[in-house]
């Protein structure tokens, strides 16, 4: 099941969110072609992240991820020798806490990300404004980041998406329009249908899925605390990033007025 649209109007046009949707793209053709260093270089690695913090000069390249990155570069025809190791550097250390939101691992997990931000992020974009928006994002982006480092402080595996930063989205968004409709897409071989379901119970049950992936300790290679830290820190900034002219009091008027406890 893949959500395909939301039912809550945004009132404007979400310059800021297709400026994030076309750069993610665009940066992705440029990691396409050249899918070896770019991942190298612009992956965020805890462990080389924190080492250049403490002074250390060099970071370790694990075998697997350069058999993958040679294999990569062989498929478009290229001659890639990937270091055993690569410096630590203000590039290649504290960069990517921002390079690697836009970096994405393959052709799906792009497509899935900026499905998320085209359905979920316009409301949050008109409801904060063009530039208090842009921030938001990357400060969201930034804080999920560094949740997944501080708890994955050994990990040298890049880490690559915008995920975190869209958590932050879903987590504002959960908290805004909790009674907007969700469509979701679904199929069982050829049929094909679709439903709708409550903002707050759809992106409630994609926050838990990820408690529960951390609990049981199924995380795999998802950077699953990068989106607990996004969701948690987007419903903790939102409130206080609205500015004064939009009255919060909209929003518990529409949860009454949705509930019917009252009518227009």
């Given at each position: 099941?893949?959500?395909?649209?939301?039912?809550?109007?945004?009132?404007?046009?979400?310059?800021?969110?297709?400026?994030?949707?076309?750069?993610?793209?665009?940066?992705?053709?440029?990691?396409?072609?050249?899918?070896?260093?770019?991942?190298?270089?612009?992956?965020?690695?805890?462990?080389?992240?924190?080492?250049?913090?403490?002074?250390?000069?060099?970071?370790?390249?694990?075998?697997?991820?350069?058999?993958?990155?040679?294999?990569?570069?062989?498929?478009?025809?290229?001659?890639?020798?990937?270091?055993?190791?690569?410096?630590?550097?203000?590039?290649?250390?504290?960069?990517?806490?921002?390079?690697?939101?836009?970096?994405?691992?393959?052709?799906?997990?792009?497509?899935?990300?900026?499905?998320?931000?085209?359905?979920?992020?316009?409301?949050?974009?008109?409801?904060?404004?063009?530039?208090?928006?842009?921030?938001?994002?990357?400060?969201?982006?930034?804080?999920?980041?560094?949740?997944?480092?501080?708890?994955n402080p050994?990990?040298?595996?890049?880490?690559?998406?915008?995920?975190?930063?869209?958590?932050?989205?879903?987590?504002?968004?959960?908290?805004?329009?909790?009674?907007?409709?969700?469509?979701?897409?679904?199929?069982?071989?050829?049929?094909?249908?679709?439903?709708?379901?409550?903002?707050?119970?759809?992106?409630?049950?994609?926050?838990?899925?990820d408690i529960?992936?951390?609990?049981?300790?199924?995380?795999?290679?998802?950077?699953?605390?990068?989106?607990?830290?996004?969701?948690?820190?987007?419903?903790?900034?939102?409130?206080?990033?609205?500015?004064?002219?939009?009255?919060?009091?909209?929003?518990?008027?529409?949860?009454?007025?949705?509930?019917?406890?009252?009518?227009?």
């Amino acid at each position: 099941m893949i959500p395909i649209r939301d039912s809550e109007p945004s009132g404007i046009t979400p310059y800021v969110t297709i400026g994030i949707l076309v750069l993610n793209v665009l940066v992705s053709i440029v990691q396409y072609a050249d899918p070896g260093m770019l991942l190298m270089e612009g992956g965020l690695r805890p462990a080389w992240f924190l080492g250049y913090l403490n002074g250390e000069t060099m970071g370790t390249i694990p075998e697997v991820e350069r058999k993958d990155a040679q294999a990569l570069e062989l498929l478009f025809d290229g001659r890639f020798a990937p270091p055993t190791e690569m410096p630590l550097t203000f590039a290649t250390a504290i960069l990517p806490l921002f390079l690697s939101m836009f970096l994405h691992g393959g052709l799906m997990h792009l497509i899935g990300n900026m499905l998320f931000l085209w359905i979920f992020s316009d409301n949050i974009e008109g409801r904060l404004g063009h530039v208090r928006f842009l921030i938001f994002y990357l400060l969201c982006g930034v804080i999920a980041s560094l949740t997944h480092v501080v708890l994955n402080p050994e990990s040298i595996t890049p880490t690559v998406g915008a995920s975190g930063a869209i958590a932050g989205i879903l987590g504002a968004y959960w908290l805004c329009y909790p009674h907007s409709k969700v469509t979701m897409l679904f199929w069982i071989y050829v049929i094909i249908r679709t439903f709708e379901i409550r903002a707050s119970w759809f992106l409630g049950f994609w926050f838990a899925r990820d408690i529960f992936r951390v609990w049981v300790g199924l995380e795999g290679s998802t950077a699953v605390w990068a989106h607990i830290g996004g969701f948690v820190i987007g419903t903790c900034l939102i409130i206080p990033f609205t500015p004064p002219g939009h009255s919060n009091r909209e929003v518990r008027f529409r949860w009454l007025e949705r509930s019917g406890l009252i009518r227009k």
